[in-house]
């Protein structure tokens, strides 16, 4: 499974950005999908996942600013950001789980920034 992540950038706070992770197979294979980032010096951490079931989480310090979507034709999974804080600049990571197996994306960098 191949993972392309893109849509980072740099945004002034308070402004948006869409996230889209696109898989190179069905995402109906996948058990979760989701979205971790890692800023300069902290340990990677989740910021939102949905399953095939339809449950879905966010990290309490995105609740409410983002949102996890994904789009079955397209094979494709986004994060919308609005409400930007500079506290959310880092490198954005798609992951996939189809049963014990974990697939990554490259990373797309985020910046939040005036």
């Known amino acids: 499974v191949q993972l392309q992540a893109f849509g980072g950038g740099l945004v002034q706070p308070g402004g948006s950005l869409r996230l889209s992770c696109a898989a190179s197979?069905?995402?109906?294979?996948?058990?979760?999908m989701g979205w971790y980032r890692e800023a300069p010096g902290k340990q990677r951490e989740l910021v939102a996942l949905k399953t095939n079931r339809g449950i879905i989480k966010y990290a309490d310090s995105v609740k409410g600013r983002f949102t996890i979507s994904s789009d079955n034709a397209q094979n494709t999974v986004y994060l919308q950001m609005n409400g930007l804080k500079p506290e959310d600049t880092a490198v954005y990571y798609c992951n996939v789980n189809r049963g014990r197996t974990q697939y990554w994306g490259q990373g797309t960098l985020v910046t939040v920034s005036s």
């Open positions: 197979e069905s995402i109906f294979s996948f058990g979760v």
